[in-house]
């Protein structure tokens, strides 16, 4: 099972909106509306922020939304505040044999 | 909700090691326990998962044969044992709860990781 694809990184400045993009298949993110992202500061674990798509875990902004559309799925980040930059993971059931696959990573830069 | 791991190991390459990973503040047989792990400046791997309550595991193929996931439902412990080390699976070692066993993959709350250090 091959990582989703996610560009390396992305940024924007305080108050702009950025959004991230998390590439599969219709074996994984096209197949199944179980797209879940996570936001990972340096030396942390990651946290759960957005799952099945768009749903947010409670505590978490609603700065934080996600969509998807055929096989690929998107996070996008309103506001940006200075603790939004990190790096962001999106995660997909890919099917009952390979279960979970992770995106590559997306680095988000507030300028 | 909290989840504890333990500490940081060394290994040489050949050799096993067990992580574990003791969960608090819900019911334990009641969520899936999963499996991460991410390399030195590289991004996360899924390795597999084990629920509690039978002890039935899924492992992703990659780690098929060397991956051995079991639990202490005593202690509220689960365990991650991986053997046949080499350098490339030098990395942190994170337990997460979940469900990935469905169409709905999500892991809601992460252990605080288990560095391994398998020195080439």
């Known amino acids: 099972q091959s990582a989703l694809t996610q560009p390396p990184s992305a940024s924007g400045s305080p108050g702009q909106s950025v959004t991230i993009s998390c590439t599969g298949t219709t074996s994984d993110v096209g197949g199944y509306n179980s797209v879940s992202w996570y936001q990972q500061h340096p030396g942390k674990a990651p946290k759960l922020i957005i799952y099945?798509?768009?749903e947010r875990p409670s505590g978490v902004p609603n700065r934080f939304s996600g969509s998807k559309s055929g096989n690929t799925a998107s996070l996008t980040v309103s506001g940006l505040q200075a603790d939004d930059e990190a790096d962001y993971y999106c995660c997909s059931y890919a099917g009952s044999d390979s279960l979970a696959v992770f995106g590559t990573g997306t680095k988000v830069t507030v300028l | 909700v909290q989840l504890t791991q333990s500490g940081a190991e060394v290994k040489k390459p050949g050799a096993s090691v067990k992580v574990s990973c003791k969960a608090s503040g819900y019911t334990f047989i009641t969520y899936y326990m999963n499996w991460v792990r991410q390399a030195p400046g590289q991004g996360l791997e899924w390795m597999g998962m084990?629920?509690?309550?039978?002890?039935?595991?899924r492992y992703a193929q990659k780690f098929q044969g060397r991956v051995t996931m079991t639990r202490d439902k005593s202690t509220s412990t689960v365990f991650m044992e991986l053997s046949s080390l080499r350098s490339e699976d030098t990395a942190v070692y994170y337990c997460?709860?979940?469900?990935?066993?469905?169409?709905?993959?999500?892991?809601?709350?992460w252990g605080q990781g288990t560095p391994v250090n398998v020195p080439s």
């Open positions: 084990i629920n509690p309550s039978g002890g039935s595991t």
């Open positions: 997460a709860r979940g469900d990935c066993s469905s169409p709905s993959c999500w892991l809601d709350y």
């Open positions: 099945e798509v768009s």
